[in-house]
């Protein structure tokens, strides 16, 4: 019997099921629950559009979902929504129906843009700053640093020993794109 509760009710009712909140995430990897608040908001969304997708084309409710199902709303929604957002609405399934979804390719051209400061913003930045914080401000640009990071340069024989929590600068550069 298809229920009678609106689509949010019914998401926010099977992501209640699945949250487990306040227990670490890395301890319980694979237990098959939510242990985020921003991860419960994004799947609670995406089970919603997947609800109403079930009801628009009159196959029952978010309980009727099948695999074939969510595979069709999947190929459905690759022509309208991001990569990132058809991730989202594949692995809140997954997470509802306990299976693994086939990964389903967005037919939309992502295009990525960096949130650095361009040079020109740097400059007016700093010209409305006191000469030594504009001296720090284009010190930390040109560096590709962050601002708060300026307050951590130290020489080599001053700084504290590595914890096992330290960023290696093998792991990137320290320039960020685009800046």
Do not use: C, W
């Amino acid at each position: 019997m298809p229920s009678f509760r609106s689509a949010k009710t019914q998401a926010e009712h099977a992501v209640s099921r699945k949250i487990a909140l306040g227990q670490g995430r890395h301890d319980h990897r694979d237990d098959g629950k939510i242990h985020s608040v921003g991860t419960a908001r994004g799947y609670e969304q995406a089970l919603k559009g997947a609800t109403e997708y079930v009801q628009e084309h009159r196959l029952g409710d978010l309980r009727s979902l099948t695999v074939e199902i969510a595979q069709q709303y999947l190929a459905d929604r690759a022509a309208i929504v991001s990569q990132k957002t058809l991730d989202i609405d594949r692995q809140a399934m997954q997470m509802h129906l306990g299976v693994r979804l086939e990964v389903v390719k967005s037919e939309l051209e992502t295009h990525l843009t960096t949130r650095s400061y361009t040079a020109t913003q740097v400059e007016r930045i700093a010209s409305a700053q006191s000469e030594r914080n504009s001296l720090a401000t284009q010190i930390a640009h040109n560096a590709g640093l962050r601002a708060h990071e300026l307050l951590t340069i130290r020489l080599a024989n001053e700084r504290p020993p590595p914890t096992p929590h330290s960023p290696r600068v093998e792991r990137g550069a320290l320039r960020r794109p685009g800046g």
